[in-house]
Antibody, heavy 121, light 110 residues
Framework: QMHLQESGPGLVKPSQTLSLSCTVS??????????WNWIRQHPGKGLEWIGY???????YYNPSLESRVIISVDTSKDQFSLRLSSVTAADTAVYYC?????????????WGQGTTVIVSS | QSVLSQPSSASGTPGQRVTISCSGS????????VYWYQQLPGMAPQLLIY???QRPSGVPDRFSGSKSGTSASLAISGLRSEDEADYYC???????????FGTGTKVTVL
């Protein structure tokens, strides 16, 4: 059973870069046709897809965030990461790392527990 | 910001059937599969329905999904107290729109 765990700073200053990592356990990050996603949820609000990196290394980002987002993978560590630059208070949210598989998708079937990031000076 | 519309709330008594709608367009639901996620209070979302009407293993058959045109529905039959949660529909969008979620529906068991 694959398991995902987010890690990173819980507090980021405005204008700085938010950096989070997601560690994959219970399987290798490149063991299947997986798409590794980041999704966030603003306080008391709905879900927002940020983007993914695929098993082949291709990336796809939410158009509304694309200019500030980079998702990368480190297969040697079974980790993938999110970098979101020039953050503001509007980036305060719970950030989830999520596995998707297949194309067409079989659904986002493995979620991390989520990590809260607050943007404040 | 969500491009898929859902009712903000739905409710029912134990044992009843509750249906949640999800309205999109030809560039998302109309041309792609629909997914449903359940988010229990304080928890991460979990996959409930994939590819319009398929249940992952472990999901009770009380949950069913359907799609017609640019809309989709999630039905919960035999409503139980543990079904109190937020429910989100989702779909991939065409034209580089990415993965789009619904506005979410809070289900209350009376």
């Amino acid at each position: 059973q694959m398991h995902l765990q987010e890690s990173g700073p819980g507090l980021v200053k405005p204008s700085q870069t938010l950096s989070l990592s997601c560690t994959v356990s219970g399987g290798s990050i490149n063991s299947g046709y997986y798409y590794w996603n980041w999704i966030r949820q603003h306080p008391g609000k709905g879900l927002e897809w940020i983007g993914y990196i695929s098993y082949s290394g291709s990336t796809y980002y939410n158009p509304s965030l694309e200019s500030r987002v980079i998702i990368s993978v480190d297969t040697s560590k079974d980790q993938f990461s999110l970098r979101l630059s020039s953050v503001t208070a509007a980036d305060t949210a719970v950030y989830y790392c999520v596995r998707d598989q297949g194309s067409p998708s079989y659904g986002m079937d493995v979620w991390g527990q989520g990590t809260t990031v607050i943007v404040s000076s | 910001q969500s491009v898929l519309s859902q009712p903000s709330s739905a409710s029912g008594t134990p044992g009843q059937r509750v249906t949640i709608s999800c309205s999109g367009s030809s560039s998302n639901i109309g041309n792609n599969f629909v997914y449903w996620y359940q988010q229990l209070p304080g928890m991460a979302p979990q996959l409930l329905i994939y590819r319009n009407d398929q249940r992952p293993s472990g999901v009770p058959d009380r949950f069913s999904g359907s799609k017609s045109g640019t809309s989709a529905s999630l039905a919960i039959s035999g409503l139980r107290s543990e079904d109190e949660a937020d429910y989100y529909c989702a779909a991939w969008g065409d034209n580089l729109a990415g993965y789009v979620f619904g506005t979410g529906t809070k289900v209350t068991v009376l």
